[in-house]
Every structure is written in structure tokens, then in C-alpha cells.
């Protein structure tokens, strides 16, 4: 089945520096990639997601790349502030059956003033 | 606006007791998931329903059992709750969208504790 590594699962940063997480996947088939936030005691909230005919997603500071060729799906933060600490996770799906998402094993991203 | 309430927000049970966690979505979905997570390991798929009366396993279904009475309701059931099973649990609900995906929303978790 589907195999998701997220990295790394610690990031630090400093007010208005870039932020970049990475997660890798083994099926080809895989259609659909997002991107998750998780403050600390609340639920997953969906930041972006995109279809795999998309390459490039920007919105409000975040930008998505997609590469199907070596199966990575990257989450960039452009300058980053203290606001944006909190738990990232990458999920993907494939395009049938329960859409069920398979989740990387999450990002701590702190980001200091 | 979407929402997906989960009840209770904090639990804890005893070794070997029956647990119950409820979810009630207001997004008239048709799927609706039950994760655990816990460190290290991500959000994993307990079981996960596609309708009212539709049950299946998901990745990690031993020691669980699901119920989804109502297009709405959706609960996860601990029959003889284990310490091991001691995690936070997520309700979601989604339906694809009609250019391919599902965005997929989720409750603000149950803190379950087996002592």
C-alpha cells in the first residue's frame, strides 16, 4: 500500500525566514496531495491541496510543489512568522475508492521572533 | 460553515471498560473516518463509513468497532478498552470533489486515556 515519509519531524526558524517540509510517497497512482495544520489541542485544518496535474500551488505565503517524477510533494512557508508554529502534516489519496487520506507523521515547526 | 463535533473532548476509562466516542457532522458528507494519532506515527485510519449503515476497516481496525446509524452520526467503539489503545482520536468527514480530491474536515479531537 501507499508509504508516506514526512521530513523532518523538527524544523525551527526565524521570523521571516522560509520554511520548507518534504514528503515522499510510493504510489504512482496517487491524485490528490495536501497539506494540513494542527495547532496544539485542535483539530487538522486544510491550508492546500492539489490535483496531480498541478505542479505549482501558491496562496498567502504557501507555496505546494508537486513532482510526480520523483514522487515528493513539498510545502514552502515564505517568510514565516511566529503565528505559523504549529504541526504540519502532508496527506494523499489516490483518485478511487474510500478517498481515504494516508498521512506523513507530521512536522513540528517552531518559528522564533 | 463545515463542522464535525466530536464528544467527549476528554476521557478516560479503565482496563478491560467500554468506551464510546461520538461524531456528529453537520456537512451532510457521506464518508465519514475515525483516526488515532499519536507521536511519531501520523493520523492512522481506524474505520471509516460511506454512508448510513456502511461500516469498513481501515489500516489499524483491531480492538475498534464502528457505527454509523444516521448520514450524521458516526461512532467508534471500544469494547474491552486496552492501555494500549490510549491516544487521541479524530472524526473526519468528506466527500470527493466534483474536480477530483476531497477536502476533508475534521473534529477537534478526544483525548482518550485507558488506566
Known amino acids: 500500500g501507499e508509504q508516506v515519509e514526512q521530513r523532518p519531524p523538527h524544523l525551527s526558524v526565524r521570523e521571516g525566514d522560509s520554511a520548507i517540509i518534504i514528503c515522499t510517497y510510493t504510489?504512482?497512482?496517487?491524485?490528490?496531495f495536501s497539506w494540513y495544520k494542527q495547532e496544539a489541542g485542535a483539530g487538522l485544518q486544510l491550508l492546500m491541496s492539489v490535483l496531480s496535474n498541478v505542479d505549482r500551488k501558491e496562496e498567502q505565503g504557501l507555496t505546494v510543489l508537486l513532482n510526480k517524477k520523483d514522487k515528493r510533494l513539498s510545502l514552502n512557508l515564505t517568510a514565516a512568522h511566529p503565528g505559523d508554529s504549529a504541526v504540519y502534516f502532508c496527506?494523499?489519496?489516490?483518485?478511487?475508492?474510500?478517498?481515504?487520506?494516508?498521512f506523513g507523521s507530521g512536522t513540528q515547526l517552531t518559528v522564533m521572533p | 460553515e463545515a463542522a464535525v463535533t466530536q464528544s467527549p473532548r476528554n476521557k478516560v476509562a479503565v482496563t478491560g471498560g467500554k468506551v464510546t466516542l461520538s461524531c456528529n457532522q453537520t456537512n451532510n458528507h457521506n464518508n465519514m473516518y475515525w483516526y488515532r494519532q499519536d507521536t511519531g506515527h501520523g493520523l492512522r485510519l481506524i474505520h471509516y463509513?460511506?454512508?448510513?449503515?456502511?461500516?469498513e476497516k481501515g489500516d489499524i481496525p483491531d480492538g475498534y468497532k464502528a457505527s454509523r446509524p444516521s448520514q450524521e452520526n458516526f461512532s467508534l467503539i471500544l469494547e474491552l478498552a486496552t492501555p494500549s489503545q490510549t491516544s487521541v482520536y479524530f472524526c473526519a468527514s468528506g466527500d470527493p470533489g466534483t474536480g477530483g480530491g476531497t477536502e476533508v474536515f475534521f473534529g477537534k479531537g478526544t483525548r482518550l486515556t485507558v488506566v
Open positions: 504510489d504512482s497512482a496517487t491524485a490528490y
Open positions: 496527506a494523499v489519496s489516490a483518485s478511487s475508492g474510500s478517498w481515504q487520506l494516508i
Open positions: 463509513s460511506y454512508g448510513a449503515g456502511s461500516t
